[in-house]
């Protein structure tokens, strides 16, 4: 059974800094894409990064430059580094998998999900 499995989300100024990690246990964790999404309140979720089984990795315009997504394969992780934060960035966060080597960028296109990490940016 896969199971994800979100941690480091927390309350952070604004120009900081955070790491989310997910770690993905019951698959082939090797061979599979990867995604971040976040959900704000009120908002729908919305799609911030991806990384293929190739690592080869997409981002939203919002996070650009902000954001690294990266995987360590040897311990079925994918990280999220999130640097110079905004309070526009407060979300609940998760962790999507999907069965394919390729990467996605949309919600449909995963389907595994983590039960979210929750990111606060204060002004």
């Known amino acids: 059974q896969v199971q994800l499995v979100e941690s480091g989300g927390g309350l952070v100024q604004a120009g900081g800094s955070l790491r989310l990690s997910c770690v993905d246990s019951?698959?082939?964790?090797?061979?599979?894409?990867m995604g971040w999404f976040r959900q704000a309140p009120g908002k729908e979720r919305e799609f911030v990064a991806a990384?293929?089984?190739?690592?080869?990795?997409f981002y939203s315009d919002s996070v650009k430059g902000r954001f690294t997504i990266s995987r360590d394969n040897a311990n079925n992780t994918v990280y999220l580094r999130m640097n110079s934060l905004k309070p526009e960035d407060t979300a609940v966060y998760y962790c999507?998998?999907?069965?394919?080597?390729?990467?996605?960028?949309?919600?449909?296109?995963?389907?595994?999900w983590g039960q979210g990490t929750q990111v606060t940016v204060s002004s």
């Open positions: 019951g698959r082939t964790f090797r061979s599979n894409a």
């Open positions: 999507a998998a999907r069965d394919k080597f390729v990467l996605g960028r949309t919600i449909p296109e995963y389907e595994y």
């Open positions: 990384i293929s089984g190739g690592s080869a990795i």
